[in-house]
């Protein structure tokens, strides 16, 4: 079996004084994409702020490349190629579409990732490139935060609930665009509150539960019941 | 036409204040720090300014370009060794360190220079004077003003369009995505401590050349340079500039009431700004 891309190993991370996260371990192998679901609460945006460089932890616990990862900033961990998709979009309010896109290419990483490509994956936004982004719907602001990430050409991003708040209609939209995105090799992890979407786009899933891994598998391999039990905590 | 002479005058001893609060908005605008030695770091800037000219026999103006890039040097290691660590949710904290790098470096140049009031010669240029329309405007002032503008014409071009200046923005938004897209904002914040401190060098020297300096005499600038800062609004170094003229117009037609009126009316203009307009007259459009 080959190294994986990333691996958590009993990784215990705190948001503020309360411990989010207990012993997680997790593997992502390149080119798998990684749902992880879990109630409110349950650890999910902690895990994604541990990964990203956001809140520090033990150097070991996260491993990216054979290289141990826990301890350094989220800077530093951006220029090895992990993108965060932050939840809630989080545009540069000052920036316009377009320099909100172009802050996310100054890592200088090479890869099909560009301007153009975002502009093609999401045409409106093209049209919508010089106005603030505050300006935009929701939806297009979740696109320009989407695009943000990929311009950097990660390998590894990370999608913190895209999701939330937006109009099931724009949900699809953006869905639809993901196979376009994690198709070209890139790997990815998907934090998802609607659990239907999450499986459809992932290879795996893994379901958090009070800060701990209470069930991982394949995404078409567990049951309905198996992931209400763990992601209720009841059951079984 | 004694008003306008002295409307004239003034908005051309705006564009020194504009000078003094330039790097005073730039940082506060960009990290929130309000940096209480900002005064002690323009005369910091004067008495560097001095040594050079001394030691070299340089005109002072030439020793820009010694002092400006000593000088942004000195802002980058100073934000990185010292202010950064300031810097977090309370605003306290690098106030009071601020004040305390004020009140050592007014000790040091007191201890280097002594409290004897300095000043740089710059030869003919400071009596120079060019009639227009009856009006004789100092060549001095003039360029000043002339600097002034270039200053803030070349910070705001380079805040809308370079990738610097769309760093500075992004940080300034929000430090922690900006961390996201690879930023280190230490670092960001060096660069504009470093940029601020580059303006201060200029509004040293141009200071040092127009009136005699000690020590002491940041205090005054720091007061100054604030004003034109919340008059002009908070973040908007066109407002700044604005501020600066104000703030020197008033103090000249307060002046030509009675001379006793210059500094009093300076401050006057700005307590009414602040009652009437607390954001300011132009502060900067958010979002």
Same mark, same amino acid.
């Given at each position: 079996m080959p190294d994986p891309l990333l691996s958590l190993s009993a990784l215990d991370a705190h948001y503020g004084d309360f411990q989010?996260?207990?012993? =997680?371990d997790m593997t992502l192998m390149q080119g798998e994409v990684l749902a992880i679901i879990g109630a409110n609460g349950a650890g999910k945006t902690t895990l994604m702020r541990s990964i990203s460089g956001l809140s520090q932890n033990a150097p070991n616990q996260i491993t990216y490349i054979n290289q141990p990862i826990g301890a350094l900033r989220a800077d530093q961990v951006a220029g090895l190629g992990i993108a965060l998709v932050p939840e809630g979009r989080q545009l540069f309010p000052s920036l316009s579409v377009e320099e909100n896109l172009l802050i996310g290419e100054r890592m200088g990483r090479k890869g099909p990732w560009s301007l153009q490509a975002v502009f093609d994956l999401f045409p409106i936004l093209e049209e919508r490139r010089a106005v603030a982004s505050t300006s935009l719907s929701g939806g297009q602001q979740q696109m320009v935060a989407i695009g943000r990430a990929l311009m950097a050409n990660p390998d590894l991003i990370l999608f913190d *609930?895209?999701?939330?708040?937006?109009?099931? =209609?724009i949900i699809k939209s953006i869905y639809d665009a993901l196979p376009g995105i994690v198709g070209s090799g890139m790997s990815a992890m998907i934090v998802e509150q609607d659990i239907s979407k999450a499986l459809s786009v992932s290879d795996r899933l893994y379901c958090l539960q009070e800060g701990r891994v209470a069930l991982e598998g394949a995404s078409q391999g567990v049951?309905? *019941?198996?992931?209400?039990?763990?992601?209720?905590? =009841?059951?079984? | 036409m004694d008003w306008v002479n002295a409307v004239v005058q003034g908005t051309l001893l705006g564009g020194l204040y504009a000078l003094f609060a330039a790097g005073l908005s730039l940082i506060f605008g960009i990290m929130r720090l309000v940096n209480i030695a900002h005064g002690d770091l323009i005369v910091l800037g004067s008495y560097l300014g001095l040594v050079v000219v001394t030691a070299t026999?340089?005109?002072?103006?030439?020793?820009?370009?010694?002092?400006?890039?000593?000088?942004?040097?000195l802002g980058y290691v100073l934000q990185r060794g010292i202010l950064n660590q300031t810097l977090g949710d309370d605003l306290l904290p690098p106030l009071l360190v601020t004040f305390g790098l004020s009140v050592i470096i007014q000790n040091a140049l007191l201890e280097g220079f002594t409290a004897d009031p300095q000043k740089m010669n710059a030869g003919a240029i400071e009596t120079a004077s060019v009639s227009v329309g009856g009006l004789q405007l100092g060549v001095l002032p003039l360029l000043t003003f002339a600097i002034a503008v270039g200053v803030i014409a070349a910070l705001q071009w380079m805040f809308y369009n370079?990738?610097?200046?769309?760093?500075?923005?992004?940080?300034?938004?929000?430090?922690?995505?900006?961390?996201?897209?690879?930023?280190?904002?230490?670092?960001?914040?060096?660069?504009?401590?470093?940029?601020?401190?580059?303006?201060?060098a200029i509004a040293g020297i141009f200071l040092g050349i127009r009136t005699s300096f000690d020590p002491a005499a940041g205090a005054g600038r720091l007061i100054y340079g604030f004003e034109a800062v919340i008059i002009g609004g908070l973040g908007n170094l066109w407002g700044t500039l604005a501020g600066g003229v104000i703030l020197g117009v008033s103090q000249t037609l307060g002046a030509k009431i009675d001379p006793g009126y210059q500094i009093l009316a300076g401050h006057i203009a700005f307590l009414v700004v602040l009652a009437v307009r607390p954001q300011g007259l132009f502060p900067r459009v958010s979002g």
């Open positions: 989010a996260l207990y012993g =997680v *609930e895209i999701s939330l708040g937006l109009a099931p =209609v049951s309905r *019941e198996a992931i209400s039990a763990a992601y209720f905590g =009841v059951g079984s | 026999g340089m005109h002072p103006l030439v020793a820009l370009i010694v002092a400006v890039p000593v000088m942004a040097v370079t990738a610097l200046g769309r760093a500075f923005r992004a940080v300034s938004d929000n430090q922690e995505i900006a961390q996201l897209m690879g930023l280190n904002r230490r670092h960001v914040f060096g660069l504009a401590m470093g940029l601020a401190l580059a303006v201060t």
